[in-house]
């Protein structure tokens, strides 16, 4: 099993460039999230999915859309890439259920915005 | 909106030495309190904290949640080098998302 797979590791993108952030999961996991951490700081939730279908917005949602159409698969799309948004980005997974909590993540996408 | 504080931010031991981390929330509707491991890449889970009072341990590590003043402690006993890294700590909340809030981390290095 390969887990949570993120593509690209590592990504410079020019400003005003878009981009899409794929994670793929085999886990069969319903909840899916990509996070950021930029440097020194915690996680900072981008945005979320509960199911195929279904997605909505975390803490800091603005110039990013996702969308979820396979359980397995979360995409996130960087639109108009600005310098703020230089992060390096990480998608994660939990199962449903009431002893839920423990996310799995990718190893992460390091994006630099010059 | 939920929040979680880490504390130190920093720290700076000798092999050996005993450490404490702190983490102390606020959150609306607790599920869960979690802590992680984040060395060069991705966190990886250690405890996953639910019930007040009771320790949870594995190996060296060991940490504990007190419900009531909304914090939670990281103990690492006879640290090693290996145990640098910084250490995350989250809070989930009882919704149908799951969604957690992660600390800014407390960056732990151990020197030789």
């Known amino acids: 099993n390969a887990g949570v797979t993120q593509t690209p590791k590592f990504r410079i993108l020019k400003i005003g460039q878009s981009m899409t952030l794929q994670c793929a999961q085999d886990?069969?996991?319903?909840?899916m999230y990509w996070y950021r951490q930029d440097p020194g700081m915690g996680l900072k939730l981008i945005y979320y999915?509960?199911?195929?279908?279904?997605?909505d917005k975390g803490e800091v949602p603005n110039g990013y859309n996702v969308s979820r159409s396979t359980t397995e698969d979360f995409p996130l799309r960087l639109e108009l890439a600005a310098p703020s948004q230089t992060s390096v980005y990480f998608c994660?997974?939990?199962?449903?259920?009431?002893?839920?909590?423990?996310?799995?993540f990718g190893e992460g996408s390091r994006l630099t915005v010059l | 909106e939920d929040k979680v504080v880490q504390s130190p931010l920093s720290l700076v031991v000798h092999e050996g030495d005993t450490v404490t981390l702190n983490c102390s929330y606020e959150?609306?509707?607790?599920?869960?309190l979690l802590w992680y491991k984040q060395e060069k890449k991705a966190p990886t889970f250690l405890f996953m904290l639910?019930?007040?009072?009771i320790e949870k341990k594995s190996g060296r590590l060991s940490s504990i949640l007190d419900k009531k003043e909304l914090f939670s402690i990281l103990n690492i006993t006879a640290t090693q080098t290996g145990d640098s890294a910084v250490y995350l700590c989250?809070?989930?909340?009882?919704?149908?998302?799951?969604?957690?809030?992660f600390g800014d981390g407390t960056t732990l290095t151990v020197k030789p």
């Open positions: 994660a997974t939990t199962a449903q259920g009431w002893n839920t909590g423990e996310l799995f």
């Open positions: 886990m069969n996991h319903n909840y």
């Open positions: 999915s509960v199911g195929a279908g279904i997605t």
């Open positions: 959150v609306t509707n607790f599920r869960s």
């Open positions: 639910t019930s007040s009072g």
């Open positions: 989250a809070v989930e909340p009882n919704t149908n998302a799951g969604k957690s809030t």
